[in-house]
């Protein structure tokens, strides 16, 4: 055994592709799609040893998808069964859904004190329609913002140390889900100075907004632009879906190429299913030409876009759902 694979696919890989390295985490191979067959010191398409997933790390490629599409692409057709120990690879996933950490729970994010910060309770309350749910459970939220960095000894640069006063009175922030950033929402709607972004750290891959579904076992996700988007159709449930989905992920722009590679890793969901709440501005053609242009990220087919007939998006209420199939 190699990881979650039978020594026959290291086999296979030396007879296919030639140079094969094992390291802790990954094996590492030419890439079928950018290197082979090139003779090179290093190459770039890693295979995780214990996710069924590859991703090619060289610039001008980032191929990325499931053994299945690897596979597929070496051989001609799918041959993975004879190579996964699937027995291996459950027990492994059932242990890390079971461990699974959040950044917030490293990050210390301050007591929201609703009565102190009025004003943003209102706001939240309002955005999320005076829906029944205690602010407290959103998840990442930020009311006072001056605390939060103190209190994490985060570096501010001068221009936020200028912003900061604006910033703790009045904006609402939502930490992204694996640390990367902030995302600050400004509560007055008619100011010219809707958002803020704040770095935290450099992560891997695109950092993104979540909130966990009701089926940790599923492949379907959830995905939008605003995080108030999904917030309410999380718990609205317009689309009728929310008793089978694993996550609900926001970007903070239609980015939804990187964004579904982001999750495919972070996440590790290895065939999924993506459910599009869209803005009304953006084209069904664009989702289509993601399909047409990135094929390895629809592995499971059957992904839906939906769009508000009555609003520009799903935070308008009320919802009057349009769907489409991909």
Known sequence: MVGIY??????FLKKNLGDVRITTKNIVVPCIHC?????KEHYHLHIGLEEPIYHCFHGSCEKSGTIRKLIHAIHGYDISDRFVDKKHFEGLKEKKLEKLEKIYDTFHLPPL???RFHAKTMYMKKRIKFLNLPLERIEGMIFDIDTFFSSNK??????????????????VGFLMTNGGYVMF??????????????????????????????????????????????????????VNVVNDVRLYASVGSASYTN?????????????????????????????????????YLFVDGGSEVYYNKNGKDFNVTPVIVEKFTL
Request: aromatic share 18%; hydrophobic share 35%.
């Open 35 to 39: 290197e082979f067959p090139k003779k």
């Open 259 to 295: 964004l579904m590679k982001s999750l495919i890793f972070h996440e590790k969901v290895f065939t999924p299913r993506w459910i599009f709440l869209s803005d009304r501005g953006i084209h069904l053609n664009y989702y289509k030409k993601i399909k047409r242009t990135n094929p």
């Open 154 to 171: 985060i570096w501010v640069t001068d221009k936020l140390a200028k912003l900061l006063p604006f910033l703790q009175k009045n904006f």
């Open 185 to 238: 929402r400004n509560i007055d709607k008619n100011s010219g100075f809707r958002y803020y972004k704040y770095e935290l750290q450099n992560t891997p891959f695109l950092d993104y907004y979540s909130i966990p579904g009701q089926n940790k076992k599923s492949n379907k996700i959830v995905l939008a632009e605003g995080v108030f988007d999904i917030l309410t159709e999380r718990y609205f449930d317009h």
């Open 113 to 115: 004190e609703c009565d």
């Open 6 to 11: 039978d020594d026959t696919f290291i086999e």
